[in-house]
């Protein structure tokens, strides 16, 4: 069967060097709409290196990157998030002294359009956008069912919900391609459970595109329609799920040989 | 009872003074991590542009006190100068300590800058005397300065802490002054925000400073750099990086200062400022509101 589904995010020959050390060379990705693709690999493969060369952290040694036709490459951070990328982290980075809402509010900021002037001076049209934007995050926070806990200070809430509020931020920046690095790291079963039902319901409600690196290979098997493997830095395999399982190249740079 | 009165409105105001200066310390702290020695040298800057310009507001017949709008701008241009040509490249290449040492530069560049321009310095210019007037109730009497400065003051902290919290503009402060790297993967423009901050901070500092000279006529280039400690020592006494902190550290100098004089003796003011910021780090080294943020094992 044809895939028509529309190329959102898509890498040519991406690359980058640390003094001499070649982090990622020749990486070729392409991601459809609403498609979710899982980046898996060794530890220090190089997988979290890919995130920051895609989220504009680290500028590519070589190689481009577009977001539909627009070349992302080569822009500041906020702008790639500005084009429509959104990242979590591996490690959760939440504005911590912050309540769970404001840390979705701010995710709006760059979609805000009052200026410094209504601010200061509460203007009408302050206090509409204002409004609106809370109805927004609470709708947001209500798919997490976080709603309740809106005024709760972020640092204050359990593990798994944290993540879930990291993931529900980067949504809010209203953006076309979702990276997830490892939010499934350090979850009990439960937890990871109730994610994978989050990132169902992610995809039915959001429509957006996915690149999800994940150790947790049950959950990856489980969730992703296809699946590109890199071992220092090099791509190794990239396909289905099933394909990527058997794969003997995959399994010795698990294994080793 | 007059005597009591008399030290705490000194006090108040004072220290309000000392609070709206803090303000612009603790924010640009909060954010970037720098003391901005040049903060002391923008009340200087609205110093002498309130000089020039209230009899010049005046002849137009417009109210004297407005020029502060003017100063304003032009204190949130000197600033927002400041930080685009010397702060940012710094902190692009350097360290903390090179942003430092850039800061106390800018600091005597901006003081002998006004001391070279002989339309400035060297010597002391003396203000238009505003609010120069007294109110009575009963026997206390209060001057009008005093009042304003006091009443205004309080009116700008209530707004700024506001407008930190429930604007976008103030969360994304917030933000960037928790973690940089992620306000940036928000879609934050973390160089903007901290632009505007700048700003901010250099307004307030306008405002300082016509509150200054309604109380002590006298513009002079290095006016800034006592009242610029004292609001330094304030923001740390209450907490660097905290906004209620740099008001609450304010007010504490003051009433301490005028306290002082008003009991004991002016010359020991000073004596007994420092000697409770170090009994208060002893105790808090965060400041009375600052958060001790220890080390994560």
């Not at chain 1, 209203?174 to 994978?196: Q, S, W």
């Not at chain 2, 400073?209 to 006298?218: G, R």
Request: aromatic content about 8%; some cysteine; charged content about 15%.
């Amino acid at each position: 069967m044809e895939d028509t589904r529309k190329t959102v995010l898509r890498t040519q020959h991406l690359g980058i060097t640390f003094g001499g050390l070649k982090a990622v060379s020749d990486f070729n990705i392409e991601i459809k709409e609403g498609e979710l693709v899982g980046l898996i690999g060794p530890n220090g493969a190089g997988k979290t290196t890919v995130f920051n060369l895609l989220t504009g952290v680290y500028k590519p040694t070589e190689g481009a990157i577009f977001l539909y036709d627009e070349k992302i490459s080569g822009k500041k951070s906020h702008q790639v998030v500005q084009a429509g990328i959104a990242r979590t982290f591996q490690n959760i980075r939440l504005f911590h002294q912050m309540t769970v809402i404001e840390n979705v509010l701010v995710a709006f900021t760059k979609d805000v359009k009052y200026g410094l002037f209504s601010a200061i001076f509460r203007t009408p049209a302050f206090w509409k956008t204002e409004k609106e934007l809370h109805e927004k995050a609470m709708e947001l926070l209500k798919i997490f069912s976080l709603d309740d806990k809106a005024d709760v200070v972020a640092s204050n809430l359990p593990y798994g919900e944290q993540r879930k509020l990291e993931i529900a931020r980067a949504l809010a920046t209203n953006m076309k391609v979702l990276l997830l690095d490892e939010p499934a790291a350090g979850m009990n079963p439960t937890e990871t459970a109730d994610l994978l039902k989050c990132i169902k319901v992610i995809r039915e409600k959001f429509k957006v595109a996915i690149l999800l690196i994940e150790h947790d290979m049950s959950l990856v098997m489980n969730v992703c329609e296809r699946i590109q493997v890199i071992s220092f830095g090099q791509t190794i395999a990239a396909g289905l799920p099933e394909e990527i399982a058997n794969n003997q190249q995959v399994i010795e740079a698990y294994l080793g040989k | 009872m007059s005597t009591f009165m008399q030290f705490i409105t000194t006090g108040l105001r004072l220290g309000s003074v000392y609070a709206l200066i803090a303000l612009g310390y603790t924010m640009v702290y909060g954010i970037i991590k720098l003391i901005n020695f040049a903060h002391g040298d923008f009340i200087m800057v609205g110093g002498y542009t309130l000089f020039f310009t209230i009899p010049a507001f005046m002849k137009l017949g417009l109210p004297g006190w407005a020029a502060v709008f003017i100063a304003i701008i032009v204190c949130a241009v000197v600033g927002m100068l400041v930080e685009l040509l010397a702060y940012r490249p710094v902190r692009k290449r350097g360290n903390n300590l090179t942003s430092l040492i850039t800061a106390i530069a800018m600091s005597f560049i901006l003081e002998n800058l006004a001391q070279a321009i002989p339309a400035i310095g060297p010597d002391p210019r003396v203000p238009y005397m505003l609010f120069n007037n007294d109110i009575k109730i009963g026997s206390f009497s209060i001057s009008v300065a005093t009042l304003i400065t006091i009443v205004v003051s309080a009116i700008i902290m209530i707004g700024l802490y506001q407008f930190t919290q429930k604007t976008k503009i103030g969360r994304a402060m917030r933000c960037v002054s928790e973690d940089k790297q992620a306000a940036v993967l928000m879609g934050i423009n973390v160089n903007k925000v901290i632009i505007i901050t700048f700003a901010i901070g250099a307004g307030l500092a306008a405002v300082a400073a016509l509150m200054y000279i309604a109380q002590y006529p006298k513009v002079t280039t290095t006016m800034g750099a006592t009242l610029g400690i004292y609001a330094f020592v304030s923001a740390v006494l209450g907490g660097i990086g905290s906004l209620p902190g740099a008001m609450l550290g304010g007010i504490i100098i003051g009433i301490v200062q005028s306290g002082t004089s008003t009991y004991i003796s002016s010359s020991m003011a000073d004596t007994f400022v420092y000697l409770i910021l170090i009994v208060v780090l002893m105790v808090k080294p965060a400041g009375i509101l600052g958060k001790n943020i220890g080390e994560k094992v």
